[in-house]
């Protein structure tokens, strides 16, 4: 099959790696890709957001299937247009991919199929926004309605801060038409834990939870990121949370999309909190999250591209999906100054992490000049160690992250401790 991969970072890496095993896939691009994508696809000079050039593409390489990772592509609706000139993907129609690309549809759904989520109340006038916040408690949460590039979201302390987080959606216009409405929430508290899962919109299958780092330093300090390691599977999600999340939560998702006549397809991604009153909903994603997708997928056993081609079809009942029975712990390596401005273009000198047993280094910002690579943006690697517990898969990741040089290279020491 001729198959494309849509996204150029971590995730469409370890993507890339795992589905190239498969001998049906005989000529993968990825567009645009990235300086690690190169060892497993052609990347081709296409971006993610660019859904007439991929479209053309598809057509001018008598492509079969595409996968489309990120969530900018998926909310311009990549699927539904592929899927028109007869290009089968694994990934959620645009209808669909609304549960990640408005926050206030997500939040709708949840109330109108008893899903549960954090109390919250939707605004499109600032006036109102800012008498509501005046008579309400802090902290308080804010977030803008669209997608934001992980921006859009303020846990207040104070007053002061949800002002300031109204004024910038609303006044400002920092993220543009994503912010003309926005959401006010109850503040929740308890662990965060991600569960990403395969789904048809008949059978949902639950992979090995995660737990994201999003502040930029050790200790949960400095500003939020993209994310800067994982650890899977998380420490707080028991046997019986995880019933109860398929009961309460992940079940009860696929069927309220049905019933609105946007069945998903795809990877649907739970951003869930533990509170006391047992675990709500913080957010859905439409998609692999990033870095979570490097964690999680190398303790899959099964093949990913037999998974992804059966999501496809509606199959996903006739596969048994395995996943080893070891830990994984992700560290990624960033440019100095990111999430704010950094500088690109440093050759990395990856020693030998590589050949410690059980690690994979993922490229999620960088390009390749022959056989030498180079950093090319904020997040640079994701450094992976999978071993039988978590504590020795800590142990090697940072092992592997010790070897690894370039100037300004900068990571987090307490990825899952
Ligand atoms: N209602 C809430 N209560 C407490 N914390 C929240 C709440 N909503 C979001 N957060 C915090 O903000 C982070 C980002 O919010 P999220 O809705 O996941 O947006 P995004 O990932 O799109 O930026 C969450 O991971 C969580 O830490
Ligand atoms: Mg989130």
Redesign the pocket.
């Given at each position: 099959m001729n198959v494309i991969l849509i996204g150029g970072g971590g995730r469409e890496h370890v993507i890339a790696k795992y589905i190239s095993k498969n001998p049906k896939v005989e000529n993968l691009y990825a567009l645009p890709g990235n300086g690690g994508i190169s060892k497993f696809a052609e990347c081709v000079k296409i971006s993610a957001e660019d859904i007439d050039g991929i479209v053309k593409f598809a057509k001018d390489n008598a492509i079969d299937f595409a996968i489309v990772a990120p969530d900018d592509p998926l909310a311009l609706g990549a699927v539904d247009k592929l899927e028109e000139i007869g290009v089968k993907c694994f990934g959620p129609s645009q209808k669909a991919a609304e549960i990640?690309s408005s926050?206030i549809f997500a939040k709708e759904l949840m109330t109108k199929y008893n899903i549960p989520?954090?109390k919250?109340k939707i605004f499109s006038k600032i006036d109102e926004a800012l008498s509501y916040i005046a008579v309400s408690d802090c902290?308080i949460?804010i977030?803008a309605d669209g997608?934001?590039k992980?921006?859009?979201?303020t846990?207040a302390e104070n007053f002061k801060q949800a002002r300031e987080a109204v004024m910038s959606c609303m006044k400002d216009k920092t993220f543009g038409k994503s912010g003309e409405r926005i959401l006010i929430?109850?503040?929740?508290?308890g662990p965060?834990v991600t569960v990403l899962a395969f789904t048809d919109g008949k059978t949902l299958i639950p992979m090995v939870s995660s737990m994201?780092h999003?502040r930029a330093y050790d200790g949960n300090k400095g500003p939020?990121t993209g994310g800067m390691g994982v650890a899977a599977p998380n420490f707080y999600y028991t046997d019986a949370i995880a019933d109860e999340c398929m009961k309460k939560i992940f079940l009860p998702s696929v069927n309220a999309l049905n019933a609105e006549g946007r069945t998903f397809k795809g990877c649907l991604y739970f951003?869930l909190?533990l509170t006391k009153d047992g675990p709500k909903v913080?957010?859905y994603?439409c998609r692999f999250g990033d870095p979570e997708a490097e964690a999680v997928l190398p303790l899959l056993e099964s093949d990913l591209f037999e998974i992804m081609l059966a999501v496809r079809e509606e199959r996903l009942s006739e596969l048994e999906i395995k996943f080893k029975n070891a830990a994984s712990c992700c560290v990624v390596v960033a440019s100095s100054g990111y999430p704010a401005s950094y500088l690109t273009g440093y050759e990395i000198d990856f020693g030998d992490a590589e050949k410690i047993p059980g690690v994979e280094v993922f490229h999620a910002g960088t390009k390749r000049e022959g056989e030498k690579f180079f950093t090319s943006g904020g997040r640079v690697l994701a450094v992976t160690a999978v071993a039988e517990d978590f504590a020795q898969a800590r142990e090697k990741a940072y092992e592997a992250v010790k070897l690894i040089n370039f100037e300004g290279a900068r990571y987090r020491t307490d990825i899952g401790g």
């Open positions: 990640e926050k989520t954090a919250y902290p949460v977030k997608l934001a992980g921006k859009g979201v846990v929430e109850e503040c929740l508290s965060e994201d999003k939020n951003g909190m913080i957010e994603n």
